[in-house]
């Protein structure tokens, strides 16, 4: 059980530092990159909501 919850948040983790490379690169300003990650962020952790009840 562990384990699946440590994959769990290594692969929201690994999403949100994927989003924030790639809005640094944007060049958008502050708050759109900061709102574009927790976006991001909480359609991942919604993944990750609907495999569970999937399962």
């Known amino acids: 059980m562990l ?5 769990i948040w290594v692969l929201v983790a690994s999403m949100g ?3 924030l490379l790639a809005v640094r690169r944007a060049g958008l300003p502050w708050w759109k ?3 574009l990650i927790l976006a991001l ?3 991942a952790l919604l993944v990750v909501g ?3 009840l999937g399962h």
């Open 3 to 7: 384990a699946t919850w440590l994959g």
């Open 17 to 19: 530092l994927i989003a």
């Open 33 to 35: 990159g900061l709102l």
């Open 41 to 43: 962020v909480v359609l």
């Open 50 to 52: 609907v495999k569970t």
